[in-house]
């Protein structure tokens, strides 16, 4: 593995395991057993460091859509498994991280996040688009009525206050039940017959 991506590994588990804020570039150069020099010489400050590192895990999960978008029996399913990837994203990162980075670093939650999200955002549509003329999907739905309504469910299954009233479960688990519950109340019967094939995936 090349220095710069041994220097991402290793900030992305910070990130994952700590607050953005608390992170310094003396604690990623000690756990490399690198110099602080070497640090610099790849990324010229942190906040460079943390979006790089961002960007790269989200274009990893972007190269996963698309071989979902390809492989995938239909668009329906498509779009489930896809939301559920992005829900995994944000997951992985953690709710509280991303508000640390929203608040610290606005310009750099801009640059990673939105970004990310209006990427979804763009494929979700289309996919929606095409589940609807599929005859998977009621036809009378309004897209972005749907996309912000599990734009909400993925930020919302993250947090802390949501997660301590629902104990038995984890973010993943409780994201999955409300993707499939939603999912299946916009489905056609026809859609909500392949739906229920992958009932197992998200309510077990």
Known sequence: MELKDRIMTETFKLIVSKSCKLITMDEIANNLGISKRTLYENFKDKSTLIEECLNANFEQANEKVMEIMESSENSLISF??????????????????INDIKKYYPQLYTNTFIKHVEYHKDNTYQL?????????????????????????????????????????????????????????????????????????????
């Open 80 to 97: 489930m498994l896809m939301t559920q990837m992005g829900h995994q994203s944000i997951a992985n990162i953690g709710y509280e991280n």
């Open 128 to 204: 929606i688009l095409r589940a609807m003329n599929e005859g998977l999907i009621i036809k009378n739905i309004d897209i972005n009525f749907i996309q912000n309504m599990l734009r909400i469910f993925l930020f919302y299954c993250s947090k802390n206050e949501y997660l301590s009233l629902n104990p038995e479960f984890n973010a993943t688990k409780l994201f999955n039940i409300h993707l499939f519950i939603a999912l299946r109340g916009i489905s056609t019967l026809k859609g909500i017959e392949i739906i229920d094939k992958y009932q197992d995936q998200f309510i077990k």
